[in-house]
């Protein structure tokens, strides 16, 4: 099945492009004068938007669940087209991407440690094996090992519980203390995810247990080409507090002094490249407990950021995650200086409980722009994760202050009913 432009300049084989980044993939991809080519299911992608449809240059249809089919699929299609990069939009597919880019001799991660950036516990095994300061960890296949664990893993409290293999927050809960049944609850909850969706790829259904680090969290994105690490400007991310913690927004810059971001960009590309990402990108989540200078590492996943955080380090930076992604794919040095010094900020629209929406609405205002995600008669989910947002803002300004107040405030006068 081939569809979209004809030729143009070299190609690269997204391995499932649909998701947030996608689009900023399809814009950096026009931008370069690439050829941009997508491997997914063919169900999967007749469900894709018209804009990413017309934007491809042609369609690898296969089943990206098993990875046998999948390999000489892709292999074949790249060798036809002569696809120059391999990359990968969703992070569950970042060690079919490693695999496939060594099997057609192109620039790629590290198959041998590529599951790590996918699967936490591996990911845990990485940060210790590399000295990478990050929580201390247990995993737990049931309620009772996570009690066992609890008692005489020496994490204390609060806990963390997460998924092995999910993103977007799903499955993710903080837990205060021994009491009740709030721990059996949390394990359930990481363990629910047993298949990701739309591909239905099966999941690691262990559950992590981590110890809870306080203080402000952050995130760093860095492109990998070559095996040398160009780090991207630090953002600040801000959540929900309590029982699940639901990113509400991002700013870029972070606020940070410059030689604290200095030590968070290293931290992050050590975090990077523990991971085996070579050429490539890595998002990396980040806290810096009260009182110190030590960034600690949450988790980092080898593929573009969601959240829009492309468009907001843009807007900021003037640099362009996407494009250095495909820089590094095709083995070209990444454009990563800045070459602005703005402020931008993202706010999302959270509604106070699940049930169906009855109106959402965002008013306009200098600076920033908004979006709903959901429409009216959509089912809202529990706010338990980032799959109950229904819109967001974003918002330029000279300031990182300005800005978050900018998108706050608009995100203040939004309109959300839910019934």
């Given at each position: 099945?081939?569809?979209?432009?004809?030729?143009?300049?070299?190609?690269v084989?997204?391995?499932?492009?649909?998701?947030?980044?996608?689009?900023?993939?399809?814009?950096?991809a026009?931008?370069?004068?690439?050829?941009?080519?997508?491997?997914?299911?063919?169900?999967?992608?007749?469900?894709y938007?018209?804009?990413?449809?017309?934007?491809l240059s042609g369609?690898?249809?296969?089943?990206?669940t098993d990875?046998?089919r999948?390999?000489?699929?892709?292999?074949?299609?790249?060798?036809?087209?002569e696809?120059?990069?391999?990359?990968?939009?969703?992070?569950l597919?970042?060690?079919l991407?490693?695999l496939?880019?060594?099997?057609v001799?192109?620039p790629?991660n590290?198959?041998?440690l590529?599951?790590a950036a996918?699967?936490?516990?591996?990911m845990?095994e990485?940060?210790?094996?590399?000295?990478i300061?990050?929580?201390r960890w247990?995993?737990?296949?049931?309620?009772?090992?996570?009690?066992?664990?609890?008692r005489t893993?020496?994490l204390?409290w609060?806990?963390?519980?997460k998924?092995?293999?999910q993103?977007?927050?799903w499955?993710?809960?903080?837990?205060?203390?021994?009491?009740?049944d709030?721990?059996?609850?949390a394990v359930?909850?990481?363990?629910?995810f047993?298949?990701?969706r739309p591909h239905g790829?099966?999941?690691?259904?262990?559950a992590?247990?981590?110890?809870?680090?306080?203080?402000?969290?952050?995130?760093?994105?860095t492109?990998?080409?070559?095996?040398?690490?160009?780090?991207?400007?630090?953002?600040r991310k801000?959540?929900?507090e309590?029982?699940y913690?639901?990113?509400?927004g991002?700013?870029?810059?972070?606020?940070?002094?410059?030689?604290l971001?200095?030590i968070?960009?290293?931290?992050?590309?050590r975090?990077a490249l523990?991971?085996g990402?070579?050429?490539g990108i890595?998002?990396?989540?980040l806290?810096?407990?009260?009182?110190?200078r030590?960034?600690?590492?949450?988790?980092?996943?080898?593929?573009?950021p969601?959240?829009?955080?492309?468009?907001?380090v843009?807007?900021a930076?003037g640099?362009s995650?996407?494009a250095?992604?495909?820089?590094?794919?095709l083995?070209?040095?990444?454009?990563?200086?800045?070459?602005?010094?703005?402020?931008?900020?993202?706010?999302?629209?959270?509604?106070?409980?699940g049930?169906v929406?009855?109106?959402?609405?965002?008013?306009?205002a200098?600076g920033?722009?908004?979006?709903?995600?959901?429409?009216p008669?959509?089912?809202?989910?529990e706010?338990?994760?980032?799959?109950?947002?229904?819109?967001h803002?974003v918002?330029?300004a000279?300031t990182?202050?300005?800005?978050?107040?900018?998108?706050?405030?608009?995100v203040?006068?939004?309109?959300v009913e839910?019934?």
């Open positions: 099945m081939t569809i979209g432009a004809g030729p143009r300049g070299p190609g084989l997204v391995i499932e492009p649909m998701g947030n980044a996608g689009r900023f993939l399809v814009e950096a026009d931008r370069l004068g690439l050829r941009l080519y997508a491997a997914t299911h063919e169900e999967v992608h007749d469900a938007p018209v804009r990413l449809r017309s934007a369609v690898c249809a296969t089943d990206l990875t046998p999948a390999l000489a699929d892709m292999e074949a299609f790249c060798r036809r087209h696809v120059a990069g391999v990359a990968a939009c969703f992070e597919f970042t060690p991407a490693a496939l880019a060594e099997r001799a192109l790629g590290d198959p041998l590529a599951r996918r699967n936490k516990v591996l845990g990485a940060f210790a094996a590399a000295g300061p990050a929580p247990a995993v737990a296949r049931d309620a009772a090992e996570a009690h066992r664990v609890a893993g020496g204390g609060p806990l963390v519980v998924p092995a293999e993103g977007g927050s499955g993710v809960s903080v837990v205060d203390g021994p009491g009740g709030a721990l059996a609850h359930a909850a990481a363990r629910r047993t298949h990701a790829l099966e999941l690691d259904t262990t992590l247990l981590q110890e809870y680090v306080p203080g402000t969290e952050y995130s760093c994105d492109v990998v080409a070559g095996g040398v690490a160009h780090p991207l400007p630090v953002v801000d959540t929900t309590g029982r913690r639901i990113e509400t991002h700013t870029c810059p972070s606020g940070l002094d410059g030689e971001a200095g968070v960009q290293h931290t992050a590309a975090a523990a991971v990402v070579r050429n890595a998002h990396t989540e806290k810096i407990p009260p009182g110190t030590t960034p600690y590492v949450i988790e980092t996943g080898a593929r573009l969601g959240d829009n955080l492309c468009e907001v843009e807007a930076t640099v995650e996407a250095a992604y495909l820089q590094a794919v083995g070209r040095v990444p454009d990563t200086a800045a070459t602005a010094a703005d402020a931008a900020s993202i706010r999302f629209l959270l509604p106070e409980r049930g929406l009855r109106r959402a609405s965002i008013p306009e200098p920033t722009h908004g979006e709903l995600h959901l429409r008669g959509d089912t809202v989910p706010p338990a994760d980032s799959a109950c947002r229904i819109g803002v918002a330029r000279a990182a202050e300005r800005a978050r107040d900018l998108a706050a405030g608009v203040a006068r939004s309109l839910v019934g």
